[in-house]
Nanobody, 121 residues
Framework: EVQLVETGGGLVQPGGSLRLSCTTS????????MGWVRQAPGKGLEWVSG????????YYAEAIKGRFIVSRDNAKNTLFLQMNSLKSEDTAVYYC??????????????WGQGTQVTVFS
């Protein structure tokens, strides 16, 4: 059974940092690209970042580019999102997701439960 579990969310002031983790099981982690998607209150899903199967390709939405860093540890079957210089508009539930391929397809077939990130003054 494929499982993805996000942790690391919480409350942070503007300008602060958080690191999200996504622990996975039930599939060959290093065969697949992974991504992060978020949903702000009252808004739809917004793709945030993606990373290829081996980490050589990383991709970012314009809204967070230069502030967030996506990475993965294939030995630990874990995906990360380092979030720096956080803004109030980054407040959202953040989901990790498994891509259908090892590259950049933006087609996700499994999702985690999400972790809440709240940026407040």
């Amino acid at each position: 059974e494929v499982q993805l579990v996000e942790t690391g969310g919480g409350l942070v002031q503007p300008g602060g940092s958080l690191r999200l983790s996504c622990t996975t099981s039930g599939f060959t982690f290093d065969d697949y690209a992974m991504g992060w998607v978020r949903q702000a209150p009252g808004k739809g899903l917004e793709w945030v970042s993606g990373i290829s199967w081996n980490g050589d390709g990383t991709y970012y939405a314009e809204a967070i580019k230069g502030r967030f860093i996506v990475s993965r540890d294939n030995a630990k079957n874990t995906l990360f999102l380092q979030m720096n210089s956080l803004k109030s508009e980054d407040t959202a539930v953040y989901y990790c997701a498994k891509d259908r391929s090892g590259g950049r397809t933006y087609e996700f077939d499994y999702w985690g439960q999400g972790t809440q990130v709240t940026v407040f003054s």
